[in-house]
């Protein structure tokens, strides 16, 4: 005994605990009594022989004792630091692969407070999410899954993108086109994997574009529509039982194709109307794009009074041509030239706003039928 050191006498102590195979309950107990840390049963007996080898390992390197306490916390603090890693690597791989992007902050000020659906926006998604404590005091559940719907150009991605900004969480665009590139048989399993990718992510906003390409109606479509849309329908569920901060957001300009399954109370949390700006969400989207020409005098409320009916679309066609119009005037005359308020009346006409009469009617009517918030 007297050249045997003595840790090695510990361990022999150890020794019925180095043969027997504790039961995994015994094994969560003993771990939790060593580090205070409480593992599930099955993680639990996985790593007990492993913590046991470590106190051998670091008792080696020491050359002492190092005790069963120290090993414990040494051996499980090194083993979440290189799950995190191994976790953040994957996630950096996946969101790669994905085209995640990064949007800034600022976009959400882009919309005036009073554009629709701004204020339901942030009220039913962006506070809850960023006031979780006193969301949870009050047993608000924020939405996960959400759609909007409205005519085309008025805003659906650029809203979906303001709120991935202003919570400056990941934003990942899935147009349906994506999941058709392997053929139309795999459009199923390509909505699947890329659902079994999402799921592990966190603070990010999925978007899917022209959603009713995906979710059509299942009686007017297709084999091929009805399976996507089977699909789809399996996935959301596992998408809303996940703990991970994940807001999907699918738009479509044509809610009266989607299949009724898709509307129904408990799929999406919020089906929410985009379209029809007001006065002052003119000004604001006027007001940017004009910040980014060489203007003159602008009386912006004639300008926006000018501009019934257009769609932030229409107005950011507007301004291309301006901008075009601008540069050609100064080429031709050789002189500075500023957009005045001259410029924009002489431009305008030109542009046929998106926003009728019988369009807004339309609207109106499904605003009516689907709105649910
Ligand atoms: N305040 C705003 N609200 C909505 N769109 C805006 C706003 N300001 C600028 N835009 C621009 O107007 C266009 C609106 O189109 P988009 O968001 O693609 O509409 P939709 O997805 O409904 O077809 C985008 O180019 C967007 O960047
Ligand atoms: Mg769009």
Known sequence: MEDVPSYYIEVGVMNENLHDTPSPEECVARIFELS??????????GLWQQILN????????VGRDIG????????????QQATGEYKAYKNRNILNEMGAQVI?????????????????VKRRIILPLTREGLSRKHGVVPPKTILFFGPPG??????????????????????????MVDGMEKIGANLRSIMEKVR????LVLFIDEFEEIAASRDNGDRIDKSITNEFLKQLPLLKNQGNKILLVCATNYIQQLDEAMLRPGRFDCIIPVGGLDREGSKTILQNYLSKLNVGEIDLNQVAEMTTGFTPADI?????KIAQFAFEQELATKQDYRVTTETLLQIIP??????????????EKDIVAYSRF
């Open 316 to 320: 950011e066609y507007l301004f291309q």
């Open 200 to 203: 592990i992510l966190d603070e």
């Open 68 to 79: 069963m306490r120290a090993a414990c916390i040494d051996f499980l603090e090194n083993i």
């Open 350 to 363: 030109t542009i046929r706003p998106s926003l009728t009469d019988k369009t807004r009617e339309k609207f």
């Open 54 to 61: 470590h106190k051998w390992f670091l008792s080696e390197k």
């Open 154 to 179: 008025t805003g659906k991605t650029h809203f979906a993108r303001a709120i991935a900004g202003i919570l400056s969480w990941w934003y990942v665009e899935i147009a349906p086109s994506m999941l």
């Open 104 to 120: 800034g902050r600022s976009i959400w000020n882009t919309i005036a407070d009073t554009q629709p659906p701004k204020q339901l």
């Open 36 to 45: 205070g840390t409480k593992l599930e049963p099955d993680v639990a007996s």
